[in-house]
Structure formats: C-alpha cells, structure tokens
C-alpha cells in the first residue's frame, strides 16, 4: 500500500510543475466588421469582428508580447 501515496505525491508535483510554467492568455484587439469599433479581448467575439492586431499583454491592449 505503499504505491497509492507515491502516485498521489507525484500528481500533485506534476500538478504544480504545470501551474508553474502556465502563462496568462495574450489580448487581441478586435476590429468590427459594422461600424470598424476596436476592442480588446483575449477571445475571438463572434462572425462580426476580425482580428486587428496583437497579441498584446495587458488588457489596454498597449504592451505587445515580445518574440520569443
């Protein structure tokens, strides 16, 4: 029974080494299709809007992310 302790401490080390390389989504901005208003979001918003540039960092959509 010593088996079940090991596999448990081993998921919660996988667990947190996932976490830890984690990175927060990058900001688009949006432009519409109607009227061409922009708009930051980390997610696409729908049939009327495009991307218009990005990714950025923060959600002013100011900081653009730097190449990797």
Known sequence: MKILPN???ATVLAGACA????????WFQWRSKIDGA????QT???KG????AG????SHCVKLMSGK
């Open 7 to 9: 596999i448990v401490l």
């Open 19 to 26: 976490m830890l390389a984690a990175a927060p989504a990058p």
């Open 38 to 41: 922009l708009v930051c979001s």
């Open 44 to 46: 696409p918003l729908g």
């Open 49 to 52: 809007w495009t991307q218009a």
């Open 55 to 58: 990714p950025f960092r923060d």
